[in-house]
């Protein structure tokens, strides 16, 4: 389990600089121009739907107004009806029917009433009053004709208090306004049914004189009706000041119960000033009294300075840009994705071949030339592998012809090198007669030499029977120790010479899985190489310990040992270490190749460790007989 | 390049990530319900605006004086209550919520140390403000000193920063307001004639509490507004409000 994750970590998040680089260059390539893009059109989009916003804000709000303003006028213009007489004043008949069907004609009206203003008609006093509630409803009683209507009582400063009485506007604003010929359209006033006004204008007669004041008490609820009835997007709402920036009227639920005095509110009182608000500009977006980021447009109703509001909450007015952002959002997180993973894919596709490739090279370049590079991909990878074989194959058979030749070369010259040291040493022995001491002291060193060319043609021609598999090697249980002795007594006169002297701390009593020469060869070879490197009067320590059912043997010198560098390829074929020691030395380069060879061909395995100038320690191990 | 491995530009893109949701989320929060972020204005006594009415608290008592008590109206707390309710929501809408009263009732009808030509004089015209600040001293006394005989530490309790109004419903003729108290007839909450606009009557000495002026000329009486500190209060309260002259000197 644990190793088909490692797989999956590996595949996905090991370390690879082509994948790194082709994931970073497919983002670029891919996500950079999608961004930007995505950048640009929300950027673009918010411009255009800012426009879009304060356009449908404006039009709402202009809307409104008009339905306002056609409101009023039509209550206004109704107001200000005319009579066909050139008299300074009507009868109270004509009054009672003018009131009664303008509040016949507009619902919205609560309460209209006729006001004097000549003085010789009761100047600013009430002359006939029509009310919703008709216990409020009130004529004059006595009148020059003696007109009497029900349910009135005269006005009359004793009967101030009673509310059937008709009343006095001498001091009323209303009166004062419409009298000089102004109209009055009053604040909105707030009852516990709600909002209206006061509006009052003159009344003239066909000689355009001024003979009366209509006040009238007006209803507001089809005002607030048509702006509650407003929309604008789903959170967009609109709302309607008066002049004093008191809520007349919300399509927020919110704002209806607010009752909420504005004036402070940067937009309410710029607006009321008479300034227009487009929803364009900076100043246009701001935060409401909630807190929340609104667009806001608005202007004024001329008629009463109320102010028309609309605000827009951004989120709503933004949404298909913020829509748009989130889909650029999740797309490219998609993208990302996919990104990712088909650049894992892809530079796997390509790095795993070129990884193959490299293991394959190093382990040609090791020699082993049967090794096969595969590759499956069906592509130029593919091929390059193929050619790696065939040059693979073509290596392997030159090495097979450089095997031979040193094959044939060594056989050929052992025959005579063999037939010189023959006679050498007959010469030498005196065979042939008696030799001067000179002749003999030049054949000593012909000898030497001889020596030397038949050790390397040996060495030779062992390397080259083990190369080719031609090295013969019989297995069977050895007595390791009595091996060591026997080198031992061999090589004791060399090691004499030079005062070494050999410890054998602990004789195994262990049987191996050897072939008896091959394993003298090499016990000789490493002791041998011991006596030759090491120091006069130095020491050669032989031991045996027993690790995973194989015998170990260490053969520890006191020469000079090995530099670190040099360890690696001690056992490479006719490497030789530069030094004083060794030049003095002769040698083949060849011995600790073959050692490496005739232990591995047992079965074992050969290794070394050494401190320059302080010794070296060769180890090779041997499975133990069962 | 060593350093800035797959992994590392995986777990900083991670990172980033995760960051930028946990910023999206806490700008995105939004509180349940909406608060208003701009403070109201605060409501005070008529052109006085270190006497804060944003809190008031009204205590309302039926007064008789003691050669009346055989008149005692038993059902006169079912004729008050209701006109004091409608006094509570009149007086919130008008002053947008910014104002609140709470009102309490006592219980028990107190009467007068005095009688009532103690308390009216001879003059009971304009209202009969004589009685009022008659009758407020003695209630003074018995209501909320605690020596008086009245004293009960609850109801003569009133929050420091609360306005306090008291309003007196008279067993005799009257209806007057000035700072702080007021005094109304039980008359007009009997009479079919006031039935009309008996709570406007009923707020009009109220609004007298709390610095409002009647809207006539002083000396002609003629009226320059017809709401409810006009002409309006004999006109039935659903049609009553208070003009604008008058609040602009309140807070508004
Ligand atoms: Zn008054």
Same mark, same amino acid.
Not at chain 1, 415 to 437: N, R
Not at chain 2, 95 to 100: H, M, Q
């Given at each position: 389990?644990?190793?088909?994750?490692?797989?999956?970590?590996?595949?996905?998040?090991?370390?690879?600089?082509?994948?790194?680089?082709?994931?970073?260059? +497919?983002?670029?390539?891919?996500?950079?121009?999608?961004?930007?893009?995505?950048?640009?059109?929300?950027?673009?989009?918010?411009?255009?739907?800012?426009?879009?916003?304060?356009?449908?804000?404006?039009?709402?709000?202009?809307?409104?107004?008009?339905?306002?303003?056609?409101?009023?006028?039509?209550?206004?213009?109704?107001?200000? %009806?005319? $009579?066909? *007489?050139?008299?300074?004043?009507?009868?109270?008949?004509?009054?009672?029917?003018?009131?009664?069907?303008?509040?016949?004609?507009?619902?919205?009206?609560?309460?209209?009433?006729?006001?004097?203003?000549?003085?010789?008609?009761?100047?600013?006093?009430?002359?006939?009053?029509?009310?919703?509630?008709?216990?409020? *409803?009130?004529?004059?009683?006595?009148?020059?004709?003696?007109?009497?209507?029900?349910?009135?009582?005269?006005?009359?400063?004793?009967?101030?208090?009673?509310?059937?009485?008709?009343?006095?506007?001498?001091?009323?604003?209303?009166?004062?306004?419409?009298?000089?010929?102004?109209?009055?359209?009053?604040?909105?006033?707030?009852?516990?049914?709600?909002?209206?006004?006061?509006?009052?204008?003159?009344?003239?007669?066909?000689?355009?004189?001024?003979?009366?004041?209509?006040?009238?008490?007006?209803?507001?609820?089809?005002?607030?009706?048509? $702006?509650?009835?407003?929309?604008?997007?789903?959170?967009?709402?609109?709302?309607?000041?008066?002049?004093?920036?008191?809520?007349?009227?919300?399509?927020?639920?919110?704002?209806?119960?607010?009752?909420?005095?504005?004036?402070?509110?940067?937009?309410?009182?710029?607006?009321?000033?008479?300034?227009?608000?487009?929803?364009?500009?900076?100043?246009?977006?701001?935060?409401?009294?909630?807190?929340?980021?609104?667009?806001?447009?608005?202007?004024?109703?001329?008629?009463?300075?109320?102010?028309?509001?609309?605000?827009?909450?951004?989120?709503?007015?933004?949404?298909?840009?913020?829509?748009? !952002?989130?889909?650029?959002?999740?797309?490219?997180?998609?993208?990302?994705?996919?990104?990712?993973?088909?650049?894992?894919?892809?530079?796997?596709?390509?790095?795993?071949?070129?990884?193959?490739?490299?293991?394959?090279?190093?382990?040609?370049?090791?020699?082993?030339?049967?090794?096969?590079?595969?590759?499956?991909?069906?592509?130029?990878?593919?091929?390059?592998?193929?050619?790696?074989?065939?040059?693979?194959?073509?290596?392997?058979? +030159?090495?097979? +012809?450089?095997?031979?030749?040193? #094959?044939?070369?060594?056989?050929?010259?052992?025959?005579?090198?063999?037939?010189?040291?023959?006679?050498?040493?007959?010469?030498?022995?005196?065979?042939?007669?008696?030799?001067?001491?000179?002749?003999?002291?030049?054949?000593?060193?012909?000898?030497?030499?001889?020596?030397?060319?038949?050790?390397?043609?040996?060495?030779?021609?062992? $390397?080259?029977?083990?190369?080719?598999? !031609?090295?013969?090697?019989?297995?069977?249980?050895?007595?390791?120790?009595?091996?060591?002795?026997?080198?031992?007594?061999?090589?004791?006169?060399?090691?004499?010479?030079?005062?070494?002297?050999?410890?054998?701390?602990?004789?195994?009593?262990?049987?191996?899985?050897?072939?008896?020469?091959?394993?003298?060869?090499?016990?000789?070879?490493?002791?041998?190489?011991?006596?030759?490197?090491?120091?006069?009067?130095?020491?050669?320590?032989? *031991?045996?310990?027993?690790?995973?059912?194989?015998?170990?043997?260490?053969?520890?010198?006191?020469?000079?040992?090995?530099?670190?560098?040099?360890?690696?390829?001690?056992?490479?074929?006719?490497?030789?270490?530069?030094?004083?020691?060794?030049?003095?030395?002769?040698?083949?380069?060849?011995?600790?190749?073959?050692?490496?060879?005739?232990?591995?061909?047992?079965?074992?395995?050969?290794?070394?460790?050494?401190?320059?100038?302080?010794?070296?320690?060769?180890?090779?191990?041997?499975?133990?007989?069962? | 390049?060593?350093?800035?491995?797959?992994?590392?530009?995986?777990?900083?893109?991670?990172?980033?990530?995760?960051?930028?949701?946990?910023?999206?989320?806490?700008?995105?929060?939004?509180?349940?319900?909406?608060?208003?972020?701009?403070?109201?204005?605060? $409501?005070?006594?008529?052109?006085?605006?270190?006497?804060?009415?944003?809190?008031?608290?009204?205590?309302?008592?039926?007064?008789?004086?003691?050669?009346?008590?055989?008149?005692?109206?038993?059902?006169?707390?079912?004729?008050?209550?209701?006109?004091?309710?409608?006094?509570?929501?009149?007086?919130?809408?008008?002053?947008?919520?910014?104002?609140?009263?709470?009102?309490?009732?006592?219980?028990?009808?107190?009467?007068?140390?005095?009688?009532?030509?103690?308390?009216?004089?001879?003059?009971?015209?304009?209202?009969?403000?004589?009685?009022?600040?008659?009758?407020?001293?003695?209630?003074?006394?018995?209501?909320?000193?605690?020596?008086?005989?009245?004293?009960?530490?609850? #109801?003569?309790?009133?929050?420091?920063?609360?306005?306090?109004?008291?309003?007196?419903?008279?067993?005799?003729?009257?209806?007057?307001?000035?700072?702080?108290?007021?005094?109304?007839?039980?008359?007009?909450?009997?009479?079919?004639? %006031?039935?009309?606009?008996?709570?406007?009557?009923?707020?009009?000495?109220?609004?007298?509490?709390?610095?409002?002026?009647?809207?006539?000329?002083?000396? *002609?009486?003629?009226?320059?507004?017809?709401?409810?500190?006009?002409?309006?209060?004999?006109?039935?309260?659903?049609?009553?409000?208070?003009?604008?002259?008058?609040?602009?000197?309140?807070?508004?």
């Amino acid at each position: 389990m644990t190793s088909i994750l490692k797989e999956i970590n590996e595949y996905f998040f090991g370390q690879s600089r082509f994948r790194l680089k082709l994931t970073v260059f +497919l983002m670029a390539v891919a996500l950079v121009p999608l961004l930007l893009l995505g950048v640009v059109s929300i950027y673009a989009i918010n411009i255009n739907r800012r426009f879009e916003v304060a356009a449908l804000e404006t039009q709402l709000t202009n809307q409104k107004i008009k339905q306002i303003e056609s409101f009023l006028n039509d209550i206004i213009e109704a107001l200000r %009806f005319k $009579v066909a *007489s050139q008299e300074p004043r009507i009868s109270l008949g004509e009054q009672n029917f003018l009131l009664s069907n303008l509040m016949n004609a507009f619902p919205s009206l609560e309460e209209v009433s006729f006001v004097a203003v000549l003085p010789e008609n009761n100047y600013g006093k009430e002359t006939f009053r029509i009310s919703r509630d008709k216990l409020f *409803s009130c004529g004059v009683i006595k009148d020059a004709e003696g007109e009497k209507l029900e349910n009135c009582l005269s006005w009359s400063p004793d009967n101030l208090d009673d509310p059937q009485s008709l009343r006095n506007f001498q001091l009323a604003k209303e009166f004062l306004a419409a009298k000089v010929g102004k109209d009055y359209i009053g604040p909105m006033i707030k009852t516990s049914v709600g909002p209206r006004f006061i509006a009052a204008v003159p009344f003239k007669n066909e000689k355009d004189e001024i003979i009366g004041v209509i006040a009238a008490k007006i209803f507001l609820n089809p005002v607030v009706r048509l $702006v509650e009835q407003s929309t604008l997007g789903l959170k967009g709402y609109v709302f309607v000041t008066d002049k004093d920036g008191s809520v007349i009227a919300s399509s927020a639920p919110l704002f209806k119960a607010l009752g909420y005095q504005l004036k402070k509110i940067d937009i309410v009182s710029s607006v009321l000033f008479g300034a227009k608000r487009t929803g364009l500009d900076s100043a246009d977006a701001y935060a409401n009294i909630f807190g929340d980021k609104v667009i806001g447009a608005g202007d004024i109703v001329k008629k009463t300075g109320w102010a028309v509001i609309a605000e827009w909450p951004e989120d709503d007015a933004f949404a298909p840009s913020l829509r748009l !952002r989130n889909q650029i959002i999740y797309f490219s997180g998609a993208l990302a994705a996919v990104i990712f993973l088909a650049a894992t894919f892809a530079a796997n596709r390509v790095v795993r071949p070129i990884k193959e490739l490299v293991e394959g090279t190093k382990i040609i370049g090791e020699g082993k030339f049967d090794y096969k590079i595969d590759i499956k991909t069906k592509d130029e990878l593919k091929d390059l592998g193929d050619s790696f074989n065939e040059m693979s194959k073509s290596l392997k058979k +030159l090495a097979e +012809l450089r095997e031979e030749f040193i #094959f044939v070369a060594a056989h050929e010259l052992r025959t005579p090198v063999t037939a010189i040291k023959g006679y050498l040493s007959m010469i030498l022995e005196g065979t042939v007669g008696k030799i001067s001491k000179k002749t003999a002291e030049f054949l000593k060193k012909i000898q030497a030499s001889n020596d030397r060319l038949v050790q390397l043609v040996q060495d030779l021609l062992q $390397v080259a029977r083990s190369e080719a598999g !031609r090295l013969k090697i019989a297995l069977s249980p050895q007595k390791i120790n009595e091996s060591v002795f026997q080198v031992f007594d061999e090589l004791r006169p060399l090691a004499d010479d030079r005062n070494i002297i050999f410890e054998y701390s602990r004789p195994a009593k262990e049987l191996v899985m050897a072939d008896n020469d091959r394993l003298k060869e090499v016990l000789i070879n490493l002791i041998g190489n011991a006596i030759k490197y090491n120091k006069n009067d130095g020491k050669i320590i032989v *031991s045996h310990k027993v690790e995973n059912n194989f015998l170990v043997t260490a053969i520890a010198d006191t020469g000079i040992g090995f530099k670190p560098e040099e360890m690696p390829r001690l056992f490479e074929k006719f490497w030789r270490a530069e030094n004083e020691a060794t030049r003095a030395q002769t040698g083949t380069g060849l011995g600790l190749f073959i050692v490496k060879e005739l232990v591995e061909k047992m079965g074992g395995k050969i290794w070394v460790e050494s401190k320059w100038q302080i010794g070296a320690t060769f180890y090779f191990s041997l499975p133990i007989a069962k | 390049m060593r350093k800035f491995n797959f992994p590392t530009l995986l777990k900083v893109m991670a990172l980033i990530i995760v960051i930028g949701a946990v910023i999206y989320s806490f700008k995105n929060q939004r509180p349940d319900q909406k608060k208003i972020i701009i403070p109201a204005q605060s $409501v005070h006594y008529f052109k006085d605006p270190s006497l804060s009415l944003d809190k008031i608290s009204l205590k309302i008592i039926y007064f008789i004086p003691k050669d009346r008590s055989a008149s005692i109206n038993q059902s006169w707390k079912e004729l008050i209550e209701p006109a004091v309710k409608d006094l509570q929501s009149f007086h919130k809408i008008q002053f947008d919520n910014r104002s609140v009263i709470n009102y309490e009732i006592f219980p028990d009808p107190v009467i007068g140390l005095l009688e009532a030509i103690d308390y009216d004089t001879q003059d009971t015209n304009r209202g009969n403000p004589y009685a009022l600040s008659a009758i407020t001293d003695e209630l003074q006394n018995r209501f909320f000193d605690p020596a008086g005989d009245f004293y009960k530490g609850n #109801f003569a309790k009133t929050e420091s920063e609360d306005f306090s109004v008291i309003y007196i419903i008279y067993q005799g003729v009257g209806a007057s307001g000035i700072q702080g108290s007021a005094l109304l007839s039980l008359s007009y909450f009997i009479n079919a004639e %006031f039935s009309g606009y008996k709570e406007s009557l009923f707020y009009h000495e109220f609004a007298h509490t709390l610095g409002m002026p009647d809207r006539f000329d002083e000396e *002609s009486h003629i009226y320059t507004s017809f709401d409810i500190l006009g002409n309006g209060k004999i006109r039935p309260l659903a049609n009553a409000y208070i003009d604008f002259e008058t609040k602009k000197e309140m807070g508004f």
